[in-house]
């Protein structure tokens, strides 16, 4: 039974050795993703009102990047100090400060942020009440937490079922590969342990990722009143996003996200919006 330490521990491992390449590797500093990011802060900041924004798990500053053009006042904790010492928090307008902490034990008083993001991070714990129930108490009344880029339990379970006896199409190809063989991909170019990957994504590997249902429960369950979970990033989106006409991608997204949930296992992550 993996435990909490060895969890914190391997991600430590592993985004240290990823630091140097990091946003070179990760797809989520694609233009056409922060744009969607930026657009979700900037409603979120609208809506709540404030102006203050902690970030768990804030790795090299990808949401402070971006929120920094919304709020006045962030913070941002991570457990890799090498991740930290990327972050860009120079700025004459905004009162930006990261630090070493954990999700479940964060170093703040209750109620001083009025929104409180965690970007791919969800999957990176042990597990997850813990860190629902002091982001709860972090926030003020009316604060927003808004995950992202966390696996769909359902999505996974699918590609993961298919058999490997058979032909499928180049986009279904590439799931597959990215699925199954994107951790090797990272082993070989990072020199990185595959129990230390498996570790530091204890939730995607062991648990095969989330279910909405469950999500709610737990959300629930520490306070959380207006509970919303999207699913985002349908298979082979990537390939429409960079096709001729938007207009297309717009109505597929559309269509499946109307027929949801029939269409739950053909995206690939899911996004947590919880009102407190």
Sequence with gaps: MINREEVIKANIALHSALADKYKETEPHYRKENIERVS??????????????????????????????????????????????????????????????AESDNLPFEGESFDVCTAYAVLHHLDQLQPTFKEIQRVLAKGGIFYADLDPNFYFWEAISSLSSNMCYSEIVNREINVVIHKDRELEETFSIDKNILRTAEHLKHNEGGFKEERLREMLAKVGFTEIDIKYEWFLGEARVIHGEDERILVALRNYLHEILPLSRHLFKYLIIFAKK
């Design 39 to 100: 657009n979700i802060l900037s409603s979120l900041q609208k809506k709540t009102g404030g102006k203050r924004l902690l970030d768990v798990g804030c790795g090299m500053g990808f949401i402070i990047d971006i929120a920094k053009y919304y709020f006045e006042t962030i913070r941002g904790i991570d457990v890799t100090q090498t991740m930290l010492e990327k972050i860009d928090t120079g700025s004459e307008k905004v009162d930006i400060q990261v630090q070493l």
